[in-house]
């Protein structure tokens, strides 16, 4: 088996995502090669070099690379996958934009968002926000598959010297250019990554109001996440909702705040190891997850946490 | 321009579903079916173009059985001119389902088409990817704003890092995200009128692409349920619970 392994990154530093695709990767078995596709991204490239698992990076450098289109991408990707058994991305924004644009230029259909491996050609996925498992066996010849980073543990980063080899890549894709990009700044940890997350929802009840979120998170280190319908009116950023159309998150501390935990929430935190409620609806559905519930109005609670942690 | 907006009849997404008990699949009968949340975005997003003067016909695309005339009616009562069902029995993959869409394409020859960014049943966020790749168009996946200039959009996504603009020429291939707009809810009377709008059937065979399923389903199965928890009376008893019993503070 060989198999390709799409690193994610910004041209500065590897997302640690890329190491859990690599760890579902070591479970199919077999030869790992890491493409960097960037511009400019040496430091990516050395990163890449130095992960134990991986026998060889591949490094596209081009400006048409540096903004991660899937146009450019899906075309230098789909100009090799044919060398591999498999190929696996992240099951991020990036994966989920360029692999299917690889898979249908291969005629494969690809399977999205593994939480296990079975076998080479057997994975699972959830369907239905989470509500159900199907097993799935793919018959195509190159596997193309994008992998939910949370239910595989990162690889070691370091302890390997893998070969770099250049990729040329040719012609960027006409009709398509890269205007902006709006990054949320924010002091707290990576949401995807964090071990703590805490997050609110409408009960928060305003923009203002979504500090004492933000102050509970910063006494514990915490990163800081939300409901859709906290981001839908304005509290929270974009990039912080969990759930079945936002990040799935799976830390050690859950904290869900003034959220009901509709199914949408739950299928983007219900693998975290421990869940902690604060609502004060005690029939609210969140309960029925949470490992610790308070029923009582958040904003007695959470100032009264904040507080007492030292 | 025409603009083609792609519709899935789905699980409602209030539905609770329940794996059957053999493994076989999910328990679809008698459950609430409707439009997926993120395809009414993208017939919302295509009815403001059309009152702004950018869009001059709407036309609603699915690929289902007899029953997804339901959804089709829904999409004509929102707004569409006309609609299209491609029959087929056994559903097919997404990647059947964007060839059908590309057969579709080269038959109307829309400006633009509109999918959801996922269908919140089989939550695989290809299709509209797959289309595009086909049709060796630009995508812009994953829109919470569309700004139409000419003949090219300012398209806003939503990443994981916040948002990101692209600049994308026509025609091309949109995928909505929910904060794209609010869709409309059909009034009565569109209702009624919808009912006379018409609806062109065409066999899923009929256009003659490989349909076989890539993947075989070996088995379905619920998720393992949480362990039932307590609760607690206050701040100092949760932080006690959390380091001495979980002990993960
Ligand atoms: C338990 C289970 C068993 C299955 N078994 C099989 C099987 O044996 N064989 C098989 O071929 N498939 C099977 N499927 C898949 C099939 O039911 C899905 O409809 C198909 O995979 C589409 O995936 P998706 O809706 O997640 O696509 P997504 O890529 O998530 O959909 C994105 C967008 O594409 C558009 N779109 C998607 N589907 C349609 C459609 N039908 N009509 C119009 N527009 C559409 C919509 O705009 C939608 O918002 C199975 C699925 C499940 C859950
Ligand atoms: C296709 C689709 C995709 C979706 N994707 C997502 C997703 O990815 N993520 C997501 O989160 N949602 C998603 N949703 C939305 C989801 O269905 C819910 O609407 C949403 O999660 C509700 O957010 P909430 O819990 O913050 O708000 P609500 O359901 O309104 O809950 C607010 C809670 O706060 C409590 N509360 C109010 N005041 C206080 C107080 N003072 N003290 C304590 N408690 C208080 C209330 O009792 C209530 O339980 C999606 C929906 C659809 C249709």
């Known amino acids: 088996m060989s198999i390709l392994v799409i690193a994610e990154h910004d041209n500065s530093a590897l997302n640690a995502n890329t190491l859990n695709t690599l760890n579902a990767a070591a479970k199919i078995g077999g030869d790992i090669t890491l493409l960097v596709a960037g511009s400019d991204a040496q430091s990516v490239v050395d990163e890449a070099a130095a992960i134990a698992s991986v026998s060889k990076v591949l490094s596209a450098n081009d400006a048409a690379l540096a903004d991660g289109l899937a146009e450019n991408i899906a075309w230098l990707v789909n100009g090799i996958a044919a060398n591999y058994t498999h190929v696996l991305a992240p099951a991020s924004n990036f994966g989920k934009n360029f692999l299917p644009r690889v898979a249908a230029m291969q005629d494969v259909m690809q399977v999205s968002d593994i939480v296990d491996v079975v076998s080479a050609d057997t994975f699972v996925r959830p369907i239905y926000a989470g509500n159900a498992l199907v097993t799935v066996k793919s018959s195509d010849s190159v596997k193309l598959i994008t992998v939910r980073s949370t ?19 040719g012609e960027a894709f006409e009709g398509v250019s890269f205007v902006s990009r709006d990054v949320t700044v924010s002091e707290r940890p990576d949401l995807a990554t964090a071990p703590i997350v805490v997050s609110g929802g409408r009960g928060v009840g305003s923009k203002e109001d979504f500090a004492i979120i933000e102050k509970l998170a910063e006494k514990m ?43 949408q929430h739950q299928a983007g935190m219900r693998e975290s190891k421990v869940i902690v409620a604060i609502n004060k609806d005690e029939e609210a559905p969140i309960f029925q997850i949470a490992t610790y519930g308070i029923v009582a109005d958040l904003f007695d609670v959470v100032p009264e946490l904040t507080e007492q942690l030292s | 321009m025409k603009v083609l907006v792609a519709v899935k009849r789905v699980v409602d997404y209030n539905v609770r579903i329940r794996v059957k008990s053999d493994g076989s699949g999910v328990d679809t009968d008698n459950v609430v079916m409707s ?70 394409v080269e038959q109307e020859e829309p400006g633009l088409v509109i999918l959801g960014k996922q269908a919140i049943d089989d939550d695989s966020n290809q299709t509209g990817q797959m289309l595009a790749a086909l049709l060796n168009w630009p995508q812009g996946t994953f829109a919470s704003k569309a700004e139409f200039e000419g003949d090219s959009v300012n398209l806003t996504r939503e990443t994981d890092a916040g948002l990101e603009t692209i600049k994308i020429n026509l025609p091309a291939v949109i995928t909505t995200d929910l904060r794209l707009n609010e869709p409309r809810l059909p009034k009565l009377p569109d209702i009624m009128k919808a009912k006379k709008k018409p609806i062109d059937m065409v066999e899923a065979a009929s256009f003659g692409v490989d349909l076989a399923p890539r993947l075989e389903v070996v088995s379905v199965s619920a998720p393992e349920a949480r362990k039932p928890g307590v609760i607690v009376a206050n701040a100092a008893e949760l932080i006690d619970k959390l380091k001495n019993e979980a002990g993960v503070l």
Do not use: C, H, W
């Open chain 1, 151 to 169: 239910a595989f543990d990162a690889v070691e980063a370091t302890g390997g010297s893998a070969a770099v080899e250049e990729l040329a890549f």
């Open chain 2, 35 to 104: 439009m997926n949340p993120f395809d009414e975005n993208g017939l919302e997003e295509a009815l403001r173009m059309k009152q702004a003067g950018i869009a001059t016909e709407i036309v609603a695309v699915t690929v289902g059985t007899e029953q997804s005339q339901d959804t089709l009616r829904s999409a004509l009562a929102m707004g569409a001119d006309r609609a299209i069902l491609i029959k087929a029995d056994e559903a097919p993959e997404p990647l059947g389902i964007a060839k059908l869409l590309s057969k579709v």
């Open chain 1, 221 to 263: 280190n915490a990163a800081v996440g939300a409901s859709r319908a906290a981001v839908d009116a304005g509290y929270a950023p974009n990039d912080f909702q969990v759930g079945q159309t936002g990040k799935v998150v799976a830390p050690d501390i859950y904290f869900a705040i003034g959220i009901s935990g509709a199914i």
